[in-house]
């Protein structure tokens, strides 16, 4: 049974940072592509981010691009997103996300089978 499990989310001030984690079970973490997507209230869910397992080639959202790094420890299963500068409008739930196999589309949802339960977060200003 595929988990992810988010973690990270919280309350934070315009300006600040925060580092999401996505612990991972039940797949083979290392060879597949992982994404971060975010959805607001009201909103569609968007892609956010997205990092693939052999050359390590990551993917960004041009309203995060510059602000937000994603990144991945095979050895412990884990994909992290570190978001820095934050803006009000980045609050949203932030889902980790795990296609089962490499398709070379990763800013779709609909390319990924495994989802989180997302985690919130929320930018004052």
């Known amino acids: 049974q595929v988990q992810l499990v988010e973690s990270g989310g919280g309350l934070v001030q315009a300006g600040g940072s925060l580092r999401l984690s996505c612990a991972a079970s039940?797949?083979?973490?290392?060879?597949?592509?992982m994404g971060w997507f975010r959805q607001a209230p009201g909103k569609e869910r968007e892609f956010v981010a997205a990092?693939?397992?052999?050359?390590?080639?990551?993917y960004y959202a041009d309203s995060v691009k510059g602000r937000f790094t994603i990144s991945r420890d095979n050895a412990k299963n884990t994909v992290y997103l570190q978001m820095n500068s934050l803006k009000p409008e980045d609050t949203a739930v932030y889902y980790c996300?795990?296609?089962?196999?490499?398709?070379?589309?990763?800013?779709?949802?609909?390319?990924?089978?495994?989802w989180g339960q997302g985690t919130q977060v929320t930018v004052s200003s």
């Open positions: 990092i693939t397992w052999s050359d390590r080639n990551t």
């Open positions: 039940g797949l083979t973490f290392n060879s597949v592509p």
């Open positions: 996300a795990a296609q089962k196999r490499q398709r070379g589309q990763y800013d779709y949802w609909g390319q990924y089978d495994y």
